[in-house]
């Protein structure tokens, strides 16, 4: 998430009531999680745990919640609450604004697009031309949408990130600042979420199509020509490689890799990376041949049993 323009070290520490313990003058272009972070960026940390990591990463500036020398080339703002001033940032240059109309005066629509009754368009979003955008489907602020994109009715496409911080037995909300990017003849069906990214993008590659009914977390990127079957649960910070084939009723887990042209078949659970090409089923996923073989064995088992009795 970039800033309107480049802000130094000692505005950041104004605006977040912190204080600046080196490299005042020095600048940041924008704010990222660690996962996204780039050079020029601001980034937080408020865990002894991930000092280190985040000390070393690229980022820039660095919100933390104790004294420390500075690695070279980087900037720290002391806060003790790094998690908060990392949320006033995104709410200051990203947060919620109030739109009274169904579709905003800010949003841009491309030639002829359609959008049907009682369909809502935030604040800044872009929309392709040759679309057609169903009633009653929501697009949030900053949402970009390509040309020949089709959304069905009651979907929606940039709902806050599920994600929040457990502290002190409460649950703080972590605050979106991130888009929506869809690319090009993207069909997206009925009762869809795709969720923003947090500070990044969740994007929708060229071609990709969905069924009714899917869940997308935030941060995710989906590749390109990729069928998404009916009721999938994706979640966050998840990579899709292209050609991938989803069939309904999977899950899969945050922070892994789906290989390109990989399968899924239906009512799986994918709760690490997987190579590309191979068709995978069950709940952990396995390779199919390896999943059959398995159950035929444990078909077995039962008849197995009976003659170790009779020994």
């Known amino acids: ?8 070290v000692s505005e950041i520490a104004e605006i977040i009531g912190g204080r600046a ?14 996962h996204v972070v780039r050079q020029g960026d601001l980034t937080f940390v408020d865990h002894p745990k991930y000092y280190n990591k985040v000390l070393d990463s690229e980022a820039s500036v660095i919100i933390i919640n104790k004294e420390l020398e500075a690695p070279e080339g980087k900037s720290l703002i002391f806060h003790e609450s790094p998690f908060s001033a990392f949320n006033l940032l995104i709410n200051k240059f990203r947060g919620f604004r109030k739109s ?4 905003s005066d800010s949003a841009v629509l491309g030639k002829n697009t359609v959008v049907q009754a009682a369909a809502f368009i935030g604040n800044n979003v872009v929309i392709g031309d040759d679309c057609i ?34 502290k002190d037995g409460k649950f703080s909300k972590f605050h979106s600042g991130g888009r929506v990017v869809i690319e090009d003849e993207v069909e997206i069906g009925a009762n869809c979420c795709i969720d923003k990214g947090v500070t990044a993008d969740t994007t929708i590659g060229n071609g ?5 009914h899917c869940q997308v977390g935030h941060d995710t990127v989906i590749g390109k020509n990729c069928l998404i079957g009916a009721f999938a649960a994706i979640a966050g910070v998840t990579k899709i490689e292209d050609d ?3 069939w309904a009723r999977v899950a899969i887990n945050k922070d ?9 078949l239906a009512t799986s659970a994918i709760d690490k990376s997987v190579e590309g090409g191979i068709t995978y089923m069950g709940s952990p996923a396995m390779e199919v041949k390896k999943y059959w073989r398995n159950m035929i064995a444990l078909k077995q088992l039962p008849e197995l049993l009976k003659l170790l009795k009779k020994k």
Do not use: W
């Open 256 to 264: 892994i890799v789906i290989g390109k042209g990989a399968q899924i």
């Open 21 to 34: 313990l080196c490299g005042a003058e020095n600048t940041a272009i924008g704010l990222n999680e660690l």
């Open 100 to 103: 009274g109309v169904l579709i």
């Open 133 to 166: 955008i169903h009633a009653n489907v929501s697009i949030y602020d900053n949402s970009i949408i390509g040309n020949r994109c089709i959304i069905h009715s009651g979907s929606v496409i940039g709902a806050d990130a599920y994600y929040f911080q457990k």
């Open 1 to 8: 998430m970039d800033f309107p323009k480049k802000l130094s």
């Open 208 to 212: 990709t199509k969905f069924d009714n």
């Open 244 to 246: 991938v084939v989803i």
